[in-house]
Nanobody, 126 residues
């Protein structure tokens, strides 16, 4: 059973950059699409970005489009989220997950994802 661990979250000043990593253990995830989600205090968990199995196609929430980049390194069983031009509104716990479902709703349906990691805290100061 695959398990995911997120890392890289920290306190960063607005306008700065941060790269989050999500590494799988137990098995490779090269056969799965991946997603990043985030949850701010008192808010629902929301979609951030997805990437297909081969990494050839990506999708982003409008709120992060042009600022965030999702990528995969299947050889390292790792998915990344490069975050640039960070805003205080980006403050949240960030989670990665495997996409098990075959639906491609927009925004992507949280129910199609599983094997959620523990999350990593990103705090953007103003």
């Amino acid at each position: 059973q695959v398990q995911l661990v997120e890392s890289g979250g920290r306190l960063v000043q607005a306008g700065g950059s941060l790269r989050l990593s999500c590494t799988a253990s137990g098995r490779t995830f090269s056969s799965y699409s991946m997603g990043w989600f985030r949850q701010a205090p008192g808010k629902e968990r929301e979609f951030v970005a997805t990437i297909t199995r081969s990494g050839g196609s990506t999708d982003y929430a409008d709120s992060v489009k042009g600022r965030f980049t999702i990528s995969k390194d299947n050889a390292k069983n790792t998915v990344y989220l490069q975050m640039n031009s960070l805003k205080p509104e980006d403050t949240a716990v960030y989670y990665c997950a495997l996409k098990y479902g075959n639906s491609w709703y927009r925004p992507p349906a949280e129910a199609d994802f599983g094997s959620w990691g523990q999350g990593t805290q990103v705090t953007v100061s103003s």
